[in-house]
T-cell receptor, first 115, second 111 residues
Framework: GAVVSQHPSWVICKSGTSVKIECRSLDFQATTMFWYRQFPKQSLMLMATSNEGSKATYEQGVEKDKFLINHASLTLSTLTVTSAHPEDSSFYIC???????????FGPGTRLTVL | DAKTTQPTSMDCAEGRAANLPCNHSTISGNEYVYWYRQIHSQGPQYIIHGLKNNETNEMASLIITEDRKSSTLILPHATLRDTAVYYCIVRDGNNFNKFYFGSGTKLNVKP
């Protein structure tokens, strides 16, 4: 149990386009989901906390208009990178908190490359 | 911000125990210590967590000092597949249980 999926696993897009990444908890309900970004050879950086049915909370320095987060259901959160630029190229990872066990389970990540 | 410090890298011989240290000197009374690992280009994998007592599961053991200012993750019989970056994280219990990752320890298991 406690599987988190992400789609797509990798995406290449042109500069200026928007990209949507989905994060799903497959076998549990997640009241809270988290989005991270990881640059090569660096650690994970928390971007935002997403609670079902409410607005996401962004970490300092993360542009909320740039990274749109929607958490419409207890099993799905989406991250949209708007007007992507090459510097947005990164590994984006989501996690979901299973309230029953108060644990975070991570997705496999999405590799975004902006040309 | 991350509340933990870990060595950048460690080597371990295959079949031997790997002991990964972590300092969390500013930990608060209600904050848990979590360990995750990340194999290249994958999402982090949960290993173990604890509050103040030592913990053991099928993957590892977690030893937390009595003052809770440091801990050690023990992989009893390291294999080549245990080569990964290991993250020690103090969970922020007052703020949606957020995780702030530190730089982690790259464990190299060698034959």
């Amino acid at each position: 149990g406690a599987v988190v999926s992400q789609h797509p696993s990798w995406v290449i897009c042109k500069s200026g386009t928007s990209v949507k990444i989905e994060c799903r908890s497959l076998d549990f309900q997640a009241t809270t989901m988290f989005w991270y970004r990881q640059f090569p050879k660096q650690s994970l950086m928390l971007m935002a906390t997403s609670n079902e049915g409410s607005k996401a909370t962004y970490e300092q320095g993360v542009e909320k208009d740039k990274f749109l987060i929607n958490h419409a259901s207890l099993t799905l959160s989406t991250l949209t990178v708007t007007s992507a630029h090459p510097e947005d190229s990164s590994f984006y990872i989501c996690s979901a908190r299973w309230a029953l066990y108060n644990e975070q389970f991570f997705g496999p990540g999405t590799r975004l490359t902006v040309l | 911000d991350a509340k933990t410090t870990q060595p950048t890298s460690m080597d371990c011989a295959e079949g031997r125990a790997a002991n990964l240290p972590c300092n969390h000197s500013t930990i608060s009374g209600n904050e848990y210590v979590y360990w995750y690992r990340q194999i290249h280009s994958q999402g982090p994998q949960y290993i173990i967590h604890g509050l103040k007592n030592n913990e053991t599961n099928e993957m590892a053991s977690l030893i937390i000092t009595e003052d809770r200012k440091s801990s050690t993750l023990i992989l009893p019989h390291a294999t080549l597949r245990d080569t990964a970056v290991y993250y020690c994280i103090v969970r922020d219990g007052n703020n949606f249980n957020k995780f702030y990752f530190g730089s982690g320890t790259k464990l190299n298991v060698k034959p």
